[in-house]
């Protein structure tokens, strides 16, 4: 009698050990030594688990106490389900820990509860004691904040001098970051809102007095006669909002621009253990140098790394289209933004909008690549947000597309393929 007693005691703690684990997960998958990162949704009826990762790629698990027996499958090109492994894996309230095979391959999961976040917004004073000059996700972050989160921070010039006229960094688009965003993880869309993009100088540079040799003829710029001594400095009038040349020819001795501050770059740490300079732009962002990259724009930034690890820097007074001369009225810059997230879902690159528009980024090797970049992402957008079939889409961009070039003087050429907000208002988007 004492013994089935203790039995049923035994079973009764067993029951009780048996974590509730549905809901929302964050995984890291390591195979070869190498981390995948997913989220993962797990639906349970009655003892079984079920959840997507990868595309395509689906979990089926059945608890076993507090030990969960994951099996893996996937869908072939023929809609066939077929199976691509094992995982048994230790799990708790909040927790979950094992390994297995995953196509053949040895792998370790890990997993934590994806909280949301708790609390109210908080505004972050941050003043930079370090620059950097590449996007990278082996750079230690400045800062770690929450999605909602407001920061105040300001950049040096793409030469390294501040504010107050003093060099903080060696030159070359020094970047202000990165900034750690808590709960992103790669598959989701960093969402940064420019709130202040402000000069807090009066003088500007282009540092190079030639449009530079990839955006003109070979032969023109083979021709071309140097000026000799050429003050290619500008003064601005943050007041009047206008710059003029600090030391101008008698030709340009009336010649005024009005100022419109900007950032070149904005960028998160790029796939893998990828490393770029940051004068190089790529699906990660990075030196766009587009020149609606303003105040009060949004950007939505794919991510590749836990935390994204946004970067910011290489303010401009102003820069005409292209940036051809490869600079444009550089200097620094105060900047606030605010950073959201969109959890499970990306694009692959980046895009924008303001007031008027929907921007979609496309960057490649040449302007052919980076314009049909750009018109793919705008087409896969309308797909996703608003459900449009083939026919559609080609309606709707063959008649009302614009494209601004960006960028056509670093690594990569940046397109950007637009949509006026009055236009899109016309399409319903689903429910």
Known sequence: MRFVIAFLICCAASVAQMPDVKGDWVLTIVRFGEPDYTRLKLESNNGHYTGKIWSGVQLDGVAKGSTLEFQCSYEDDDKQRKACGSLSVSASQDEMKGQGKMFDEPATISARRDMPQNGTPRTHQFTPTQFHRLFSGNIEPALHINPGDTVQTKSVDAGGVDEKGEHRSVGGNPLTGPFYIEGAVPGDTLVVHLNRVRLNRDTAGIYNDTVVGSAVDPYYFRDLKRVKDFD??????????????????????????????????????????????????????????????????????????????????????????????????????DIEFTVDLIRGKSLGQPRSENDEYVMVSGIGGSLADALQSATTGMSRWLEEEYKLNAGEVAMVLGSSMRYDIAEVVDPQVHVVAKLARNTLAQIPKPK
């Not at 960028?267 to 940051?278: I, K, L, M, N, W």
């Not at 790394?305 to 290489?314: E, H, K, S, T």
């Open 232 to 333: 290619s400095s500008w003064k601005l009038d943050r007041a009047a909002g206008t710059a003029m040349l600090t030391k101008p020819t008698d030709r340009l001795k009336d010649f005024k621009i009005a100022l419109h501050p900007m950032l070149g770059c904005i960028g998160v740490a790029p796939p893998g253990h990828q490393a770029f300079r940051s004068g190089n732009l790529g699906d990660y962002g990075g030196n766009m140098d587009y020149n609606q990259l303003r105040e009060g724009v949004t950007l939505y930034m794919p991510v590749f790394q836990p935390g994204a690890l946004l970067f910011v820097g290489d303010g401009h007074a102003t820069e005409g289209d292209g940036e051809l001369t490869g600079n444009a009225l550089e200097t620094s810059m």
